[in-house]
């Protein structure tokens, strides 16, 4: 599909790339391939190592500077770089070159992080710098029917407010907590999401919002905005592992998400650690979700006798026969507080959680050699008593050449990480992940030398 026969506005064309995902095609056989490969791999250089004058771009692309004059002059017309300041000195003596500047204002993406309980909404510019944000709680259980609706007007309050305009909202990334098959795009027999599983949510939401919609793994999210922004950047091999409701893992490798042969790889919550443990919602046994995940935190605490006290209290005073507190009065985060304030009663069972979450890293550490292991989700607002017990666990039950590598901390980015992955990975559709410019570089320069030399009249 081309730009023509899709209808774009010409001032669109760089956002192709979002629809027809071939950004820079490896079978640039055609003349026509080739010129969308240059455009995009100029477009990457200046957003990457702008602002740039066009004889630096020429020299970074491999490509003439007739080419690169040509494609920066579309670029400007398309409003997506602009012309800024002169460089302070000239290069030898002669005029002085003004630098093209990548305009981040162009586009605006939006990144949704779907919890199980909450959502996180952010609008970014194509820096993925946050321009507006919106928070709050959400039930997966209401279904998709009532929850997606709920998401696209959430969507459409934002942009309302925070007065942007629906003609720069370029793509939309969303994270989902559950195993989303890369090839049919949609979540697959989801635990804990009953209702959503086989629910084109892509479709959905690009009819009601009119523009692309890319879906993820939120632990895979999570893991792109730490390697990019947060406490993972410059790791090349590490996880990023979200326990809330669920236990998710993002897992990075070789600079990579890994997300293996059909897209759900880091399916941590559901690794065994207690054989004949309890019933998982994924239907086996003991996986770790069941007995270390939110919930079973908190049934943990009380089944201590956590809030005992507190009951009897109240029923004493109202003369009425103590009952025991039910799970749904306590949430994570009230255990976690307690945790932290030294009731015993949470600190044991944070510490449980803890040590089965461990044990089970040990075993990815010894299978993965990651170099950092992120912790994010509410039950990681328990900072230290979560971290120290899993460390403890690593150390006993892996290598110790691998579990020395492993450095385990909290996430960086909290709250946001999830939602601004979702958005750098609609800004990576577009622009490239911001790696091997000098590779794709070289790539491009062949192209043109081939297809300079199969054709009569060359650009220049
Ligand atoms: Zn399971």
Redo the contacts with the bound molecule.
């Keep these: 599909m081309t730009n023509s026969d899709a209808g774009v506005p010409p001032s669109l064309r760089w956002r192709d790339a979002l629809v027809r995902p071939t950004v820079v095609s490896h079978r640039a056989s055609d003349l026509h391939d080739m010129r969308e490969a240059n455009n995009t791999l100029v477009l990457r250089v200046i957003r990457q190592h702008g602002p740039l004058a066009r004889v630096a771009i020429a020299r970074r692309t491999g490509l003439s500077r007739t080419t690169v004059s040509s494609i920066v002059d579309g670029l400007l017309a398309e409003g997506v770089v602009r012309e800024g300041e002169t460089l302070s000195a000239a290069p030898s003596g002669g005029r002085r070159p003004t630098l093209v500047h990548f305009n981040e204002s162009a586009g605006v993406i939006l990144g949704v992080d779907i919890g199980r309980t909450h959502f996180t909404l952010l609008a970014t510019d194509l820096h993925a710098h946050v321009i507006a944000r919106q928070s709050g709680p959400w039930d997966t259980d209401l279904g998709p029917d009532v929850c997606l609706p709920r998401l696209i007007g959430t969507i459409r309050q934002l942009i309302s407010e925070s007065q942007l305009d629906w003609d720069r909202v370029v793509g939309v990334g969303v994270g989902i907590p559950g195993p989303v098959d890369a090839t049919l795009n949609m979540l697959v027999a989801p635990?804990r999401m009953a209702g959503w599983g086989g629910v084109d949510v892509t479709g959905i939401l690009r009819a009601a919002l009119g523009a692309p919609v890319l879906l993820n793994n939120d632990a895979n999210l999570g893991a792109l905005a730490e390697s990019r922004y947060g406490a993972a950047i410059g790791a090349s091999d590490f996880a990023y592992v979200k326990v809330g409701t669920g236990i998710g893992c993002g897992l990075v490798i070789d600079g990579k998400i890994y997300r293996g042969s059909s897209g759900v790889a880091g399916e941590f919550?559901?690794f065994t650690v207690i054989n004949d443990g309890p019933l998982?919602?994924?239907?086996?046994r003991g996986?770790?979700?069941?007995v270390a995940g939110a919930p079973q935190i908190v049934r943990l605490a009380l089944s201590a006798g956590y809030g005992q006290g507190e009951a009897t209290a109240r029923a004493t005073a109202n003369g009425k026969a103590p009952q025991p507190t039910q799970d749904t009065e306590v949430d994570v985060a009230e255990v976690i507080q307690a945790a932290l304030r030294g009731d015993p009663a949470c600190l044991s069972a944070v510490r449980r959680a803890a040590e089965l979450i461990g044990v089970a890293l040990a075993g990815l550490v010894n299978l993965v050699n990651p170099s950092v292991i992120l912790l994010d989700g509410s039950v990681s607002r328990a900072g230290e008593l979560l971290l120290d017990p899993i460390r403890e666990a690593i150390r006993e039950r892996s290598l110790l050449a691998a579990s020395r590598a492993a450095r385990v901390q909290a996430s960086a980015l909290g709250d946001s990480a999830i939602a601004l992955g979702a958005a750098t990975m609609v800004i990576d559709a577009i622009f490239g992940p911001p790696v091997a410019i000098a590779h794709v570089a070289d790539e491009a320069a062949g192209a043109e030398a081939r297809a300079t030399a199969g054709t009569a009249s060359s650009e220049d």
């Design positions: 635990p919550g559901h998982c919602d994924c239907g086996n996986c770790l979700e069941a």
